[in-house]
Every structure is written in C-alpha cells, then in structure tokens.
C-alpha cells in the first residue's frame, strides 16, 4: 500500500521566499510555493498520497489559495502529476475558507483534515457524490457491488459514482483478491 508523504509547507515557504513570513499572501508568492511543490509531486511514485500540511502557516489569503491549491488539483485531475493524490492537513477555520472559495471557483474538490482531526471535502462536489464520498468515509472502503447494495442503486450507477470520484482524486481505487475473483474497492486518501 503507497504511503502518506507529507509536505511541510511551512517549511517549503522558509526555503523558497526566504521573508521571514508565516502566511501565504499574494499569487507571486503562491507561483514560487506551487512551482517547489510540482517539481516534487513530479519525483514521487505514482499511487502515492501526498498531504500538504497547513498546520504551521498562518493565513493563506484568496490569490495564493488560488495560486497553490486549486491549480494543483485542477493539474491533478488533468493527469499532469501521473496517478497521484493530494489531500489537505491541519487547516484552520480560516484556511479552510479561502481555499474552499478558491475549489468552487473553478468546480474543484479535494480531501481535508482540519486541525482538529475532522475530515471533510473542500470545494464544489454534487449531492449524490457527497452522499457517496460520506458513505466511504464512515466505512472506510467499499466496492460497486456494496454501494448498489446500501444505497439501493443500479449497479452501472453505483460503479460510475465511485469512478468520477477516483477521477476527481478524492479516492483511491485498489484490485482486492476476494473469494469471487478480483475486485475494484474505492477507499479514501485520508
């Protein structure tokens, strides 16, 4: 199973800006900060998860959540970093409003983890998709079949939910060896 590979963005800033600063203000400084991270998301193994952690950053304002996050994970879903993940962490009330008003600016959805531990999607998702992404966070994983079951949908329905969330990178879809053969399960990144 890939890992959780953690960037320290507090830590990316100090190196990159050199200002002394603990915010992420302004789309120059959103640029440099987006451009560190690709260049590292670009070395990592495909299949992995990499979480950016907010913990230690002050305020990230409208234009450098813009420049960082929602560039990043419009990029993601294109195919421009491989098969890879991104997910938010440690975010403050405030990070999470900016950042989530940058996601629904561009249609854009991504897995966070608040500081307090809770896990919620930032951005725009439709409802049928929330309900499923809900699903697979109280359950951990599922699979199509499962889905059908629980929710009493078609099977194509429930097959094709669990694929544009793997498509919009807020799962992780795995081959699993089970008694009836080999099945596709759907698991969050988190």
Request: include cysteine; charged fraction near 35%; glycine fraction near 6%.
């Amino acid at each position: 199973m890939p890992t959780m590979i953690t960037y320290d963005l507090y830590k990316i800033l100090k190196q990159e800006l050199k200002n002394g600063s603990n915010d992420l203000v302004t789309r120059p400084s959103g640029q440099v900060i987006r451009e560190r991270i690709e260049r590292d998301i670009k070395k990592e193994k495909d299949g992995e998860t990499i979480s950016l952690d907010f913990s230690k950053i002050g305020i990230i304002d409208y234009s450098c959540a813009d420049e960082i996050v929602a560039k990043l994970i419009s990029r993601l879903i294109g195919g421009e970093y491989g098969e890879k993940y991104i997910i938010l962490t440690g975010l403050n009330e405030n990070q999470k409003e900016n950042i989530e008003v940058a996601l629904e600016k561009k249609d854009l959805a991504v897995m966070a983890k608040m500081k307090d531990g809770s896990s919620l999607v930032l951005g725009t998702l439709n409802n049928y998709l929330k309900e499923t992404l809900n699903l697979i966070l109280k359950k951990g994983k599922i699979t199509a079949k499962e889905l059908s079951e629980i929710m009493r949908l078609e099977a194509n329905t429930s097959g094709t939910r669990l694929l544009n969330l793997h498509k919009k990178r807020l799962v992780r879809r795995i081959a699993e060896k089970r008694d009836e053969g080999r099945v596709l399960v759907y698991l969050v990144c988190l």
